[in-house]
């Protein structure tokens, strides 16, 4: 069984753009995420990134430009994530058990990678990234302290680098 940090992508790797973040040169990699993730690679952890697309069912991008997106963050850290798991639906366009808060784009991962979820994390800035893992008995990190007080996760930290530190220590 193997060990996973799983990661929300915007807001926890990319600054967060409320009119979504779907061109490369907007891509902006927040302070500290690739030595975070190197240092949590070196420590044995899968990394798996679980995030809503939702602006392609929406037709404001596409998913060539959200993995043209993806390909420049792997580029950029060295291709240490093992993959990236999106859901492109809103349910204004079209229902989707895998759009988070929902379990199926863990569920998927947990099975493909024979993920031990008792050893696993999950880092989000969102309750509806931090109620599937709590679902599945994943650890809860969170990023900032835009969350209603019943959805807070276990921790609470400032960036990617300080997740990794509560993860590598415990």
Known sequence: MNKC??????????????????????????????????????????????????GIAQGIYTQEQMEECHAYFQKMCGNRIDHFYFCPHHPTVTASLARKPGTLMFEKAIARFSIDTTQSWMIGDRGRDLIPARQLGIRTIQIGDEIEEHEKAEHQVDGLMQAAEIILSN
């Open 5 to 54: 940090v799983f990661l929300d992508r915007d807001g926890v790797l990319n600054k967060d753009n409320p009119n979504y973040t779907y061109k490369v040169e907007s891509f902006e990699i927040l302070p500290g995420v690739l030595e975070a993730i190197t240092e949590l690679k070196q420590a044995g952890y899968l990394l798996v990134v679980v995030t809503n697309q939702s």
